[in-house]
């Protein structure tokens, strides 16, 4: 899979990413763009884009883009941190389709996703509480948007 990583995440994390073409924001020559013009961009070349900017959801129409956005919600952006989302990130990428939003986070920074689905209105809050509830287990969870749904 060809994916974009962005200016915010640590490059080194590219490393983790076996098995798939990964090119930097900065590689790519894009470096200081605004997300939604890097995002067209992305979308052009690469598969999947790879971001800890938590505000994209937010900010921009994520569904309409012909790109999958990968979020991960770490407890900082230093590489330790990212490095222990790495196993879900290779776990999540074949399952992400364009326009598809998943964010990936460490069990503490569950609340970050549940303020996307109680912000956007995008899921019903049973389907939040038994994805949560079946991941507690795992340190690291995985969370999928889409207008209407939400997957663990």
């Known amino acids: 899979m060809k994916i974009s990583l962005d200016e915010c995440v640590d490059q080194r994390f590219r490393k983790e990413l076996i098995g798939h073409e990964v090119i930097t924001v900065q590689k790519a020559g894009w470096a200081g763009k605004k997300n939604g013009e890097l995002l067209s961009l992305a979308a052009k070349d690469y598969q999947a884009f790879i971001t800890v900017d938590r505000n994209l959801y937010f900010q921009q129409n994520l569904p309409k883009l012909q790109i999958a956005v990968l979020i991960m919600a770490a407890r900082t952006n230093r590489l330790a941190d990212l490095t222990s989302l790495a196993v879900q990130v290779l776990q999540d990428l074949p399952k992400l389709n364009p326009g598809d939003i998943r964010v990936i986070s460490q069990m503490s920074y569950y609340l970050f996703a549940r303020a996307i689905v109680s912000k956007t209105g995008l899921v019903a809050?049973?389907?939040?509480?038994?994805?949560?509830?079946s991941s507690v287990k795992s340190k690291v969870t995985s969370f999928s948007f889409t207008r209407r749904t939400i997957s663990a």
Do not use: C, D
């Open 125 to 133: 809050p049973w389907a939040f509480s038994n994805a949560l509830r």
